[in-house]
């Protein structure tokens, strides 16, 4: 039997995910809110800010100029830890002595700059552990990835609730950014050794075509630009709602920090049960099919939502999460393989880059959008066309109607695209 020179690098690579997803739990949702909310930021401003993952997935079309066919593990190595280590100061800012405004601008810059460069390096790092991975088992690679990633947030969310709560009932919130940016420090040590001590294929040669080549043969590729509006329906319809979700909870909703990690806690094991079944599932069958699936358990989420109120709250928002936790067991990876399945090996790491910009860019100004939305109702009153309702009930409805344009596109442009066979 031939040897494996790989199998570790793999196992690093599903380290390394699920540090980085331990990393993004302190930057989104609730503990992004906690954040925000001690600067004095606007809802608005929440979720634009929040959205900003999105926007800097326009710049990953950056990758594929700087790296092109090139090894990419020193680059993105040095990279992602400075995104991370980005993040770790966001939780030193509420300490720095200066005035509030200058706080919020060094708050932005650090997130902004945190953003732009973690997404500059994420179809580089993809593509170099992808490389690792037999084509026949990515569905089910990517799901054993995502769980124990999911497993582990689950457990490590609820233990920073409770020392978020515990603090923060003493009166101490202070005291709980001190405890996270520590926290996150040593992730990022611990993340920066997953990439250190991964290996890495030697890129294959090829005659290849320039990356401004391969781009402006993606562009003209009809078929390849039907894929690409999966994602970009996708960002506009989710990116409606769910940066606007991590306040409504902390805010309106009225949920403890420790509430909040149930919640993730139970969303984590949602989306590890799916996960595998809905790999397998893509395996035998197609990405495509399987993020029908997903997609359709999005949309009745964010139905569900629409009618979550704070009398009903922990009920109502604990289905949506699940139902929305369902269809993100198979969306990221099935936007993913999408490409995958229907471009060219030589081709992958320009498209997905290329299909990341574009989506980023649609969320990010979705987003913008939005939020002038949840601004004029929240300074109606909590009323809409005449009714008394929260923003986000809104934002919910309309994401729901998009996701719907979502499912009913795939099913009559992206699985009429043929598959492309590629070795190994």
Known sequence: M???????????????????????????????????????????MTGILSSLATLGCSLQILAVFLWGNKRVKRSVTVLHSLNQLCFTLLYVVPFVSIPRSAKIVVFVILIFVGRIVNNLVQSPKIN????????RKRGRFTANKEIISLIGGMIFSFAMGNVMDRFEESGNIKGAFVI?????????????????????????????LSSKALLSD???????????LVSVLWNIAHCVTTPFLGVYQIKELGFS?????ILSAAYSICRALFSRPLGKYADKHSFAQMLNICFGAAMIGFTVNVFTVPSNGKVFYAI????????????????????YERVSREKRVCALALKNSIAGI????????????IDKIQADGNRFLGLNVYAQQVASAISAILVLGVIVYL?????????VKNDG
Request: charged share 15%; proline share 2%; hydrophobic share 50%.
């Open 320 to 339: 949506y999460y699940m139902l929305y936790a369902i269809g993100m067991a198979g969306i990221n990876s099935g936007g993913i393989n999408l490409i």
């Open 257 to 261: 920090m420790v509430y909040v990690s």
């Open 362 to 373: 649609a969320g990010f100004f979705t987003t913008l959008l939005a939020g002038q939305l």
């Open 218 to 228: 993606l562009i003209r590729d009809p078929s390849f630009i039907k894929i690409v």
């Open 411 to 419: 099913n009559t442009v992206v699985t009429k695209i043929s598959v």
């Open 128 to 135: 170099w552990f992808m490389s690792l991975v037999d084509d």
């Open 180 to 208: 996270c940016g520590i926290t996150l420090f040593v992730l990022t040590l611990l993340h920066t050794a997953t990439l250190f001590l991964s290996r890495e294929k030697e890129p294959p040669s090829t005659n290849a």
């Open 2 to 44: 031939e040897k494996d020179f790989y199998r570790f690098s793999r196992v690093m690579y599903i380290l390394e995910a699920a540090f980085e997803y331990f990393i993004s739990i302190f930057v989104s949702g609730a503990y992004f809110a906690k954040l925000t909310n001690a600067l004095g930021l606007s809802d608005s």
